[in-house]
C-alpha cells in the first residue's frame, strides 16, 4: 500500500503518514471490518479516501490565506522526481490511481473499481486512457 501511496501522492513522507492512518483506522473499526468481504480493500479505500480528505482541507485552507493559487517551486521538487513520477503526475487523479491499482498492483478492474467506489468500465477506461498518456509522455509506441 505504501508503494501506491507514493505513486498517487508523489512523497515519500505523506505516503507514510496516509498508510500509518489507515492503519490506525482500520484497527479502530476492526469489529466491523473483519466482518467485511474484503478487509483489503476497505484499507486501500481508507487510504485514498484520506488522501481525498488531505488535498481537499489544503484546497481550502489556501484558498482561505492566500488570494492566488499556491505555486510550488518547480526547482525544489526536480531532485525527487523520476521520469515515470512525471509522466504520473500528468494523468488525472482517477487514471493515476486506476493505472497503479491495475498495472502496479495487478488488481483486475473489479477489486479496482471497488477501491475507487467505480465501476469495472469506468476503471479499466481511466486505466486506458492513463496509459495512452504516458505513452505520449514517455515517448513509447503508439497502439
Same mark, same amino acid.
Given at each position: 500500500?505504501?508503494?501506491a501511496?507514493?505513486l498517487v501522492?508523489?512523497?515519500?513522507?505523506?505516503?507514510e503518514?496516509?498508510?500509518?492512518?489507515?492503519f490506525? &483506522?482500520?484497527?479502530e *473499526?476492526?469489529?466491523?471490518v473483519n466482518? /467485511?468481504? @474484503? +478487509?483489503?480493500?476497505y484499507?486501500?479505500?481508507?487510504?485514498?479516501?484520506?488522501?481525498?480528505?488531505?488535498r481537499?482541507?489544503l484546497? &481550502?485552507a489556501?484558498a *482561505?490565506f492566500?488570494?492566488t493559487?499556491v /505555486?510550488? @517551486? +518547480?526547482?525544489e521538487r526536480a531532485?525527487?522526481?523520476t521520469?515515470?513520477?512525471?509522466a504520473?503526475?500528468?494523468?488525472?487523479?482517477r487514471q493515476?490511481?486506476a493505472?497503479?491499482?491495475t498495472?502496479?498492483?495487478?488488481? @483486475?478492474?473489479?477489486?479496482?473499481?471497488?477501491l475507487?467506489?467505480n465501476r469495472?468500465?469506468?476503471v479499466?477506461?481511466l486505466a486506458s486512457q492513463?496509459?495512452?498518456?504516458l505513452?505520449?509522455?514517455?515517448?513509447g509506441?503508439n497502439?
Amino acid at each position: 500500500m505504501y508503494g501506491a501511496m507514493v505513486l498517487v501522492t508523489g512523497s515519500a513522507s505523506e505516503s507514510e503518514e496516509l498508510v500509518q492512518e489507515a492503519f490506525v &483506522r482500520v484497527w479502530e *473499526r476492526w469489529e466491523v471490518v473483519n466482518g /467485511h468481504p @474484503d +478487509p483489503r480493500g476497505y484499507l486501500f479505500r481508507t487510504a485514498f479516501n484520506l488522501v481525498r480528505q488531505r488535498r481537499r482541507s489544503l484546497r &481550502r485552507a489556501a484558498a *482561505r490565506f492566500t488570494a492566488t493559487p499556491v /505555486h510550488a @517551486d +518547480p526547482f525544489e521538487r526536480a531532485d525527487d522526481l523520476t521520469d515515470i513520477a512525471a509522466a504520473l503526475g500528468r494523468l488525472t487523479r482517477r487514471q493515476r490511481t486506476a493505472v497503479i491499482l491495475t498495472d502496479l498492483l495487478d488488481l @483486475d478492474s473489479t477489486e479496482a473499481a471497488r477501491l475507487m467506489g467505480n465501476r469495472p468500465g469506468t476503471v479499466r477506461s481511466l486505466a486506458s486512457q492513463g496509459r495512452a498518456v504516458l505513452r505520449d509522455a514517455m515517448g513509447g509506441p503508439n497502439e
